[in-house]
């Protein structure tokens, strides 16, 4: 049996369901995490540094991977072990981001098998690593009867509950594939936002130069020209005058370097 520290006030569930529930991540609790920690205790008094001297409800790994943490608030140390969760289950949490379950139908049976357990995990880790507490309270003290829920994901005025459903609008309604998306979700810090405006940016680019390349290919025919001297000349216009289009780009060039010398 695990007693109470003195020094440490008591964080407890106010929730029958909660009751014996990590408060990092949800999971079933079985110690208690202590902020700060037993070992600063005396350094946080002495230095009169902000702490909460609160005793936590912790699962084993939770409290397992807060051990090298010297942190004071119940909060930064959340912030440690949701950070901490996500880097050591980062490969499940990519398979569960990446898949979804009907697509398992079309895998042999192995790879069914590694996806499908890949998947279990990355959806519980992800959970783990954005769970938001429980309405508790200190030595008697109600805390809060209802926790904040998790912020939204926003992307371009329309809300998703998470990540995943919001990958999966993107990968509906743009042409990119579920991997490939998550990948540069990495790269961009998990801003889907700055992802899809990336991808709309790349997108134009490319329909840029198609348009290019075969305007100036019909425009070097009609006037007996070299293709790549019209292109050239026409992003040399445009990169003087960026209110040009391809089309007037073009007439300009056929004005002063073509039309003289036909």
């Excluded at 998470?162 to 579920?178: G, H, M, R």
């Excluded at 790349?202 to 293709?227: D, G, M, P, T, Y």
Aim: charged letters at 25%; glycine letters at 4%; hydrophobic letters at 40%.
């Amino acid at each position: 049996m695990i007693f109470p520290d003195n020094r440490y006030r008591q964080l407890r569930a106010i929730q029958a369901e909660d009751f014996h529930t990590c408060f990092y991540c949800g999971c079933i609790a079985t110690e208690f995490d202590f902020a700060p920690p037993k070992a600063h205790w005396q350094s946080y008094q002495y230095r009169q540094l902000s702490a909460d001297n609160l005793q936590v409800p912790a699962c084993k790994e939770c409290v397992a991977l807060l051990k090298p943490c010297t942190m004071g608030l119940v909060q930064q140390r959340r912030e440690w072990v949701h950070t901490k969760i996500a880097a050591k289950y980062k490969k499940a949490i990519g398979v569960y981001l990446k898949w979804n379950e009907d697509e398992l139908e079309e895998l042999d049976f192995s790879l069914h098998h590694s996806i499908a357990a890949g998947l279990k995990l990355g959806e519980e880790s992800h959970r783990r690593s954005n769970f938001q507490g429980f309405s508790h309270e200190i030595d008697g003290s109600k805390v809060a009867d209802v926790l904040p829920a998790a912020m939204p994901i926003v992307l371009f005025d329309k809300q998703f509950d998470s990540l995943k459903d919001a990958i999966l609008y993107v990968c509906k309604n743009y042409p990119i594939t579920q991997p490939k998306l998550v990948e540069r979700l990495a790269e961009q810090g998990n801003n889907i936002e700055a992802v899809v405006m990336e991808i709309q940016e790349e997108q134009e680019v490319a329909q840029f130069q198609r348009q290019l390349k075969i305007q100036s290919a019909a425009f070097a025919k009609k006037h007996n020209q070299s293709a790549r001297f019209v292109s050239n000349e026409v992003e040399r216009y445009l990169d003087k005058e960026l209110a040009y289009s391809i089309a007037e780009a073009l007439d300009l060039l056929y004005e002063e370097r073509v039309k003289h010398y036909r």
